[in-house]
């Protein structure tokens, strides 16, 4: 009987003395962690990530051509979708800073435009016949174009000269949302015919302009200034201010007719400065057929707590967003009018 | 509140409203058969149980009547008590055997003298009082309401003097040599054979009416026969899961066989390798997040090695054994494959050797046994029997193991190595 028990702890000896690799540990199971509760009206509602095939779905998507921050929870017929717009357009660096933000004002409709353009908008309106204008590659079919909407557009103007000729030129323009600086290409052409071209605020701001002439490189210097011959110009400068704004602005120069030139009429995006979209907030709960939005835009979204919860498969970096809205809604297909109260935690990526 | 039946009906409405509905998941089907297959699998195992303990059962029985009526055929000593029918007839058995009883009463026992048995073993029997072994006995013995009955069958096979029962009874001690091998003793003088006292009446009797001690004559080892055998065991057993293959069970073994009279216990060690084992237990984890990720880590045990510490106890009669036994087993290898799954998708595989993640470490199994002698140092046998105890050890391992304690089929090899 010994040598049976010298057998057995060599056998277990050999056993425990082999090694052993590591079995991949399963990740710890949890409750759901984005949701939203609370009531339409009458109705209770109550989705949970993971539950009911109700997922949470971040995503961004152009309004205007600004970003749009969305957090959607949805199911095939129901979701809770917030989103928020960006700020800063004008710096192409800027995410937006959510652990910065305590409330989201609600993005209302806007009545009064925020832009609106047409021959006489120009200085040498009276060397002009006739002006077409592209929206956002959309040809608009009238001489005089308005804007309500706040976005990032590319506004194209077809100039029809008195002489006949025909120029186009096209800028950027950003209305509806704050810039941080707020500036204009101008130009002037001396008695000796020399064409000088600068931005109309102060040096100390400016970090570099590259100046290109006819879509060839021409100099990086704050102004530009070359001797005009019987062609024409189309002058872009790439301006890049200290405080991260860059922006590209535009100008058009006949040497032969100097009168005929178009100017930078992007310095037209400051007509509305009363109304700005930047952080605003959407809200919308569908369920059913039925969608519900705020009636009340005065109203907020509080935000009790902003997490910062990791990065997602695509690199994005999420974050968790607890917080609350109360207030009057609107079904959009019956105009049922009804309070809505949601509690939720939601997750918003930025890219 | 008024609680009227309105207010009623709504306050259900609403909670109802609240109440969220159970999430249905194909999964928690295919869960919810599984277990209905495995409770349909252990109502099964019930049956086949049943009817084994009872096969199991009436072969003790068997064995135990055969050996009772052997012992009536060859008993030419019994303890009997009046109040007993058989008692009864033992006392008749005192009246159609008085000459004997008288032979015996004129003979007196030499302490000092030397009993000689048959396989020329020489015992003395030292300070026995013998000489009380005489018809004063079944005198005193008939006071007191008991008998002894000293009779003699044809048969005159003696092996040895095992025992001296020193029964003291209510009026008179006496001590009464016991031929405790079912053999029949000659006094030396007097050459009169006692057959052997059944043990088993003689439990019986002291423990009720007298007050008996068994004194062993000599070391009682000298009583057991131990041995030592290898044992090799090959068998299958029911899968552990539906639609696989039945594993194979190989064991080698080292046994020591203890004999006494006819109980025989074996125990010893062995080692143990089931394959292919097809045990599979799955790990799962929810993870909510953007919606629900179900991982899982499914470990497929293709096979085990285990040492195992068998005991048995069994009869035996003639070149037979029978018995039941068990088998205490450890686990101390194991070949196991890892399935990864995130929501049914494989992430990966990989094969892991002497992991124990889902199982226990110790388990058992029971069974019934029969051995039969080929020659003087082989027997073969077959065994039958079932596992004691889950397989499965962690709770967050669901297992998709639909029959956690198989039933097993081996055919056994034993070589006696030596006595």
Not at chain 1, 295 to 303: A, D, G, P, R, T
Not at chain 1, 320 to 332: C, E, H, L, P, V
Not at chain 2, 96 to 104: G, L, V
Not at chain 2, 273 to 282: F, G, H, K, Y
Request: with cysteine; proline share 2%; charged share 20%.
């Amino acid at each position: 009987m010994r040598y049976f028990i010298f057998i057995l702890l060599f056998l277990f000896g050999f056993i425990a003395g082999c090694k052993k690799d590591k079995l991949p540990e399963l990740p710890d199971n949890n409750s759901p962690v984005y949701y939203v509760n609370g009531t339409i009206g009458e109705k209770q509602i109550s989705y949970e990530a993971g539950v009911e095939e109700m997922y949470m779905e971040t995503d961004f998507y152009d309004l205007n051509n600004v970003i749009q921050y969305n957090a959607n929870l949805v199911s095939e017929n129901n979701f809770f979708n917030i989103s928020i717009a960006d700020a800063n357009l004008d710096i192409p660096a800027y995410s937006i800073e959510f652990d910065t933000i305590n409330t989201l004002d609600l993005a209302g409709v806007n009545t009064t435009p925020l832009l609106q353009l047409s021959k006489e908008s120009f200085n040498n309106a009276s060397q002009i016949n006739a002006v077409s204008w592209n929206i956002n590659g959309v040809d608009q079919m009238t001489e005089y174009i308005s804007i309500d909407e706040p976005g990032y557009y590319t506004i194209c103007v077809n100039v029809e000269f008195n002489n006949g000729s025909k120029r186009e030129l096209c800028n950027d323009l950003i209305l509806g949302y704050e810039k941080n600086t707020s500036f204009g290409v101008r130009h002037y052409i001396n008695q000796e015919n020399l064409l000088n071209c600068f931005i109309d605020i102060p040096e100390t701001e400016i970090e570099s302009i590259s100046w290109k002439v006819n879509d060839a490189q021409f100099i990086i210097a704050n102004t530009l200034s070359f001797e005009l011959e019987d062609q024409i110009y189309l002058i872009e400068a790439d301006i890049s201010l200290k405080n991260g704004v860059k922006r590209t602005r535009r100008i058009f120069i006949d040497g032969a007719n100097q009168e005929n030139f178009i100017e930078d009429f992007s310095v037209m995006e400051n007509q509305n400065e009363d109304y700005f979209w930047d952080r605003k907030a959407r809200l919308s709960l569908k369920l059913g057929n039925d969608i519900w939005e705020p009636l009340n835009y005065e109203n907020k979204i509080y935000l009790s707590e902003v997490v910062e919860s990791g990065v997602n498969e695509e690199g994005q970096i999420v974050y968790k967003i607890t917080g609350t809205f109360d207030g009057a809604m609107m079904n959009k297909n019956t105009l049922e009018e009804a309070n809505g109260s949601f509690e939720f935690k939601l997750a918003f990526a930025i890219p | 509140m008024n609680l009227n039946d309105e207010n009623i009906d709504q306050l259900f409405r609403k909670s109802a409203e609240n109440v969220k509905a159970p999430e249905y998941s194909d999964a928690y089907w295919a869960e919810m058969n599984q277990m209905i297959d495995a409770e349909e699998k252990n109502k099964k195992r019930l049956i086949i149980w049943t009817f084994f303990g009872t096969i199991g059962a009436a072969l003790v029985a068997l064995l135990l009547f055969f050996n009772n009526e052997t012992t009536n055929l060859n008993s030419s000593y019994q303890i009997s008590e009046n109040s007993n029918p058989a008692q009864n007839e033992a006392s008749d058995a005192v009246t159609n055997h008085s000459s004997a009883s008288a032979d015996i009463s004129q003979k007196k026992i030499d302490p000092n003298q030397d009993l000689t048995s048959i396989d020329g073993k020489s015992k003395t029997l030292n300070k026995i009082e013998v000489e009380k072994y005489s018809p004063k006995v079944d005198k005193k013995a008939s006071k007191a309401n008991k008998t002894f009955n000293l009779s003699s069958n044809n048969s005159n096979k003696t092996e040895g003097f095992d025992k001296v029962i020193n029964q003291k009874t209510k009026n008179n001690a006496k001590k009464v040599l016991v031929n405790a091998k079912n053999k029949t003793f000659i006094s030396a003088e007097s050459n009169i054979a006692i057959q052997k006292l059944p043990a088993k009446l003689i439990g019986f009797e002291t423990s009720s009416e007298t007050e008996e001690n068994l004194i062993p004559l000599k070391n009682i080892s000298n009583q057991l026969h131990v041995s030592y055998h290898a044992e090799a065991a090959f068998g299958v057993s029911e899968s552990y899961q539906n639609n696989t293959t039945s594993p194979w069970r190989f064991s080698v073994s080292g046994l020591a066989r203890l004999e006494y009279g006819q109980l025989v216990v074996n125990t010893g060690i062995g080692v143990q390798v089931e394959s292919p084992a097809n045990l599979q237990v799955t790990e799962r984890a929810k993870v909510y997040g953007f919606g629900l990720k179900n991982y899982e880590n499914t470990l497929n045990y293709k096979s085990f090695t285990q040492v195992f510490i068998p005991l048995e106890v069994g009869f035996k009669s003639n070149n037979s054994t029978f018995g039941v036994g068990g088998q205490f087993h450890s686990i101390v290898g194991t070949r196991m494959s890892l399935t990864s799954k995130v929501n049914q998708e494989i992430t990966a595989k990989k094969d892991f050797n002497n992991q124990m993640a889902g199982l226990n470490r110790f388990s058992g199994n029971f069974y019934l046994f029969i051995d039969q002698q080929l020659t003087d140092k082989i027997s073969a046998g077959v065994r039958v029997g079932s596992a004691i105890g889950s397989r499965i050890a962690d709770s967050h391992y669901f297992n998709s193991v639909t029959n956690d304690q198989p039933i097993f089929g081996q055919i056994t090899l034993k070589y006696q190595l030596f006595k």
